[in-house]
Nanobody, 123 residues
């Protein structure tokens, strides 16, 4: 069992930055691929970024060049640095873990999820 807790969301003006943090429980964090997803009101959940056990990162086209995913295995934590935020980035952001190699962008494949953190970008 892996417990995920997101933090770092909030209200920011367009062009601003936020860093989301996902703290995980358990001693096998390094054995999981990690992903960030988001869901805006009235829209389906969408993939944002993922980082594999071997530290390979992958991004949705909509955030490429603006967001950076990273992980600290010593702290059992994954981060999402979000720069140049746009109103279209407004959503609840979720952290997820998957016990699989490779980059996985389909949310249904992930094994564990956090409760989410709200990000609101004002214009």
């Amino acid at each position: 069992q892996v417990r995920l807790v997101e933090s770092g969301g909030g209200l920011v003006q367009a062009g601003g930055s936020l860093r989301l943090t996902c703290a995980t429980s358990g001693r096998t964090f390094s054995s999981y691929g990690m992903g960030w997803f988001r869901q805006a009101p009235g829209k389906d959940r969408e993939f944002v970024a993922a980082i594999t056990m071997s530290l390979n990162a992958y991004y949705a086209d909509s955030v490429k060049g603006r967001f950076t995913i990273s992980r600290d295995n010593a702290k059992n934590t994954v981060y999402l640095q979000m720069n140049s935020l746009e109103p279209e980035d407004t959503a609840v952001y979720y952290c997820a873990a998957i016990s699989s190699y490779g980059v996985i962008t389909r949310g249904a494949d992930y094994d564990y999820w956090g409760q989410g953190t709200q990000v609101t970008v004002s214009s």
